[in-house]
Structures are given as C-alpha cells and as structure tokens.
C-alpha cells in the first residue's frame, strides 16, 4: 500500500486499523503522524461547543453569495412538486407536517443516548471509574495501541500502558473541568492539551525509531 | 598453593583479554562526509544508541559511526540539500547488538532532526532548527541561538540550556523538564506527569507557558525579572514567594492556595507567564543572590 492508496482508504476506515494500513503506517512516519492528527481532530471535534456555531449573519451572507454565483436559483412558479399543497387546506399541512417530525425527533432524541448529557455527566466521580472509561476516552483505539505495541516491543508495554493510563486520566479530568465550568477557557485549552499529549502517544508508537 | 594462584590469575588475565579483544574487534567505526549548501537539513534515525550534534566549520556535515557489531548497518542518503542517517537493524539485531553511537558535525545554521528510542541526544551550539523525538532518549539542548526547538519523549529527561531568541516547544508525557536560562517569543511545555522546572527572567515580551496534568511546576527568577505571571492548579497548591502587583480584573476566582495573578518588575516590558497544573504543586520563588 502506497501513502496515496493509504491516504484514499482513510475515507473508508479513518482508524487506519486494518492489516493493510498497519503494515504501511508501521514504515512510514508521515502517514502514522498524519493518522495520528486525524485521530485527534476527529474526537476534539466533538467537544466544540454550540456557541462556536456562526451566527445567522454569515449563513445569509453565504446564501447571498451562493445565489450571486447561480449556485441556488428561486424555485420557478406553477412547477412545485406538490402543487396541491399551495391552496386550501393544503397551506397548512406543511407547517402541521413540521411540527409533527420535530415532536417526533425530540421524543426519538430523548431516547438516544445524548453526547452532550454524557460529557455534562463527567465528574470527578466519574473520571475513576475502570478500564472500560479510559478505553473509551477519547475514542483512540487504545487496545489496538498496546497490542502494537506488545507485537513490536513487549519490553517498552508497561511504560505505554503506565502513561496511557495517565493520559487518558488528563482527558477526563479536564472533561470534567469543563462539565463544571463550560465558559472556562483554561479547561478548554486544557482538554485540547491532552489530547495533543494523547496524539504524541500514538505517534511515539508507531514512530519508526521504535525498534 | 602461590603456584596455584599464580596459574587461575594468569588464566584469568587471559580469558578476559581474549573477551575484550572480541568486543572490540566486533565494534566497527565507520565515517562519512557530506558537503552541503547553507541551511541544510540533517536527519538520522537510530533506534538504539546515542547522538552527539556539534557544529562544523564549513559547509560539510562529518558522521562517525560507532556500530556494535554487525547486526547494524548505517544507510545514507543525500537528496538535494539534506542528509539523511539511518540504522539499518539486522535480523537478529537487539538493543545491544544494534546500537550504534554518531558523533555528527554540522554546519551551525543546518537544522537537524533526530529520533532514538533508548539512546541520547545531545545538541549543542546550533542556530538551525532542532527537531528531537525519542520515547526514552535522555535529551540535553544546550547553546542554541535564533532557531526553533522542538522535542517530543514519552519518559526521557529533558534539558534545555542557554536557547534564546526562538521557539521552543517540549511535550513529554513523563519525563521531567528541565530548562535553564531558555527565553524567546515562544516557549511551551506540556507534560502529563512529568515535573517542569524552569530556572531563568523569562526574557522580555515572550509567551512562556509551563503546564503539566499532575507533575509539578517550579519556577525560580531573579529579582530583575519583569512578567506578567498567572498560576492555577485545580487540586494542587499554589504558592509564590514573590510579591506581585495583583491582576485587577481576572476571568476565574482567585481562590488563594490555588490560584494567583500578577505582575512582577515594569509592567511595560514584560513577559506572560502561564502556570497550570491539574493536580500538580506550583511554586513560583526568587533566585537567592550567591
């Protein structure tokens, strides 16, 4: 497998965890420090907050522009799918209709398990709880790393396992910062800290100075 | 019986040249010389042994290889203007039969960057960029001008000296930090479990920001020192021995044995300092006069 073919399957299974993509990332310090970054983006991704959502302003500057540019064009009249609906009764089953699929997606979301009750739901408590929780942390592959690393130096497992542990303990401790106090910045930057410490790692892991 | 004494002495002797001259008939030196442009980049990856880096004079970039036997070989490779050193492990090769000791000379303003896993490495004198990777590699930077430095261990010990007017970046999960007279515009480290000290005025108008999740932090200043310094560890203790000109309007509490804010010499020509530490001890003290 070249970078390029590695880089092209990440689309299919951006762990980078089959035997294919083990085997190129164990040769090549560019492609697992790539993977590594991806790993990272991917699980920080999750913790920006609702806030960093851009404000009404930009999404109708972006609709402006796409319609300067033709990318979005009116809708022409007399050629509605469903001319029925623009008369009578018809004007207010769409409004009906809306309300109906919203109802039904806060009583679907209220059965969900919900990301963002999980993270408010990290405490310090919670942030000792067993291996499954800091297996689960972040949502790099853990198990997959120490068993690499079993495979290519079982000398070197414990010092991986040992600060797997620690950082995996960063992760939640600053997640649980950030449950208590979410305008706290320095918990932010705390929790993006650790899993640059979580990212360096995997990429000292797979690294190709590990004999 | 003095016969018999004499005789195992004189066996003794023997087998243990016989082993020396073995070991040493199995190291083999090896050098190899390169000439470069300005700014080169020097790269050498040895799983197993140390790296010394000095500067050369002149254009030309010098490797001595010290390999232990020969389950290793180095493999060289130029490509325009960059170098590149890699041990070649044999089949059969462990940590001792595959290490290899470089003595490298370069020229002062080529960067370098180097990844071990066990051995050290050594930089010293340089004004290119210094790239350092190693999971257990002991790692000493020292004398380093107007250049970048960038250092990433898992447990290895880490030491910074006398690097000015750059950036310098350590990550390290648990080794401890060690840095010595180090300031410029930027200067980073962040560690899991590892303790940071930081010995040094924190230049003038630089970032410094010392963090580590559970190791702890200590910084000691001179009385000439002018900074801007916040302090906050979560469940640790923080302590300053420095009398700060307190920080009217902060974004958190200021809960005291927590957390501190203030300023230190002129306030115009100063430095931030950042301090942060989950469970970690902070403690910011004056340098006692000698």
Redesign the interface.
């Given at each position: 497998m070249t970078c390029v073919e590695l880089q092209e399957s990440l689309a299919e299974n951006e762990k980078a965890n089959n035997a294919a993509q083990r085997a190129h990332l164990k040769d090549c310090p560019h492609c697992s420090a790539l993977v590594a970054e991806l790993l990272v983006i991917a699980c920080a991704a999750g913790e920006l907050r609702a806030a960093n959502e851009p404000s009404a302003r930009v999404w109708n500057s972006i609709e402006i522009a796409l319609r300067k540019e033709g990318l979005i064009r009116p809708q022409r009249a007399g050629r509605s799918l469903l001319p029925a609906l623009s008369s009578g009764w018809g004007r207010w089953l769409i409004p009906v209709a809306a309300g109906l699929l919203v109802t039904a997606g806060i009583l679907v979301r209220q059965h969900l398990p919900s990301r963002q009750v999980a993270n408010n739901e990290y405490t310090a408590s919670s942030a000792s709880t067993g291996v499954e929780s800091e297996a689960a942390v972040a949502g790099l592959n853990d198990d997959d790393l120490i068993q690499e690393i079993a495979q290519q130096s079982p000398a070197?497992q414990a010092?991986?396992t040992?600060?797997l542990r620690?950082?995996n303990?960063?992760i939640l401790?600053?997640k649980s910062?950030i449950a208590a106090d979410p305008n706290?910045?320095?918990a932010h930057r705390?929790l993006m800290?650790?899993y640059?410490?979580k990212s360096?790692?995997f990429?000292?892991?797979l690294?190709?100075?590990?004999? | 019986m003095t016969g018999r004494i004499i005789e195992f002495a004189v066996i003794g002797a023997s087998l243990a040249t016989t082993l020396m001259a073995g070991s040493l008939a199995a190291e083999t030196h090896k050098e190899y010389r390169f000439n470069v442009g300005p700014r080169a980049g020097v790269s050498v990856n040895n799983p197993y042994g140390s790296i010394s880096v000095k500067p050369s004079t002149g254009n030309v970039v010098v490797v001595n290889a010290v390999l232990s036997s020969d389950k290793v070989e180095v493999d060289n490779n130029v490509t325009g203007n960059r170098v590149e050193v890699v041990s070649h492990l044999l089949p059969g090769a462990d940590a001792r039969s595959g290490s290899i000791e470089y003595e490298i000379l370069i020229p002062a303003d080529a960067s370098v960057t180097l990844h071990s896993s066990t051995g050290a490495l050594h930089v010293e004198k340089l004004r290119g960029d210094v790239t350092l990777e190693g999971a257990g590699a002991t790692v000493d930077v020292r004398d380093i001008t107007n250049a970048h430095v960038h250092i990433k261990t898992l447990n290895g010990p880490v030491t910074v000296t006398n690097v000015q007017d750059g950036h310098v970046e350590v990550d390290s999960l648990s080794g401890k930090v060690t840095l010595n007279q180090v300031t410029g515009p930027l200067v980073q480290v962040i560690s899991t479990s590892g303790g940071i000290n930081y010995t040094g005025d924190f230049g003038d108008r630089g970032e410094y920001r010392l963090t580590s999740h559970s190791g702890d932090i200590e910084a000691i200043v001179p009385d000439t020192t002018s900074a801007d310094v916040s302090a906050r560890s979560v469940r640790g203790e923080v302590h300053d021995d420095i009398h700060l000109q307190p920080r009217q309007h902060v974004p958190y509490v200021l809960e005291k044995g927590s957390a501190f804010w203030g300023t230190m010499g002129r306030a115009a020509v100063s430095s931030t300092v950042v301090l942060r530490s989950f469970s970690g001890k902070i403690h910011l003290s004056k340098r006692s006069a000698k």
């Open positions: 070197l010092q991986y040992e600060n620690h950082v303990q960063y401790d600053a910062s706290d910045e320095d705390s800290e650790a640059q410490q360096m790692l990429e000292l892991a690294d190709r100075s590990l004999p | -």
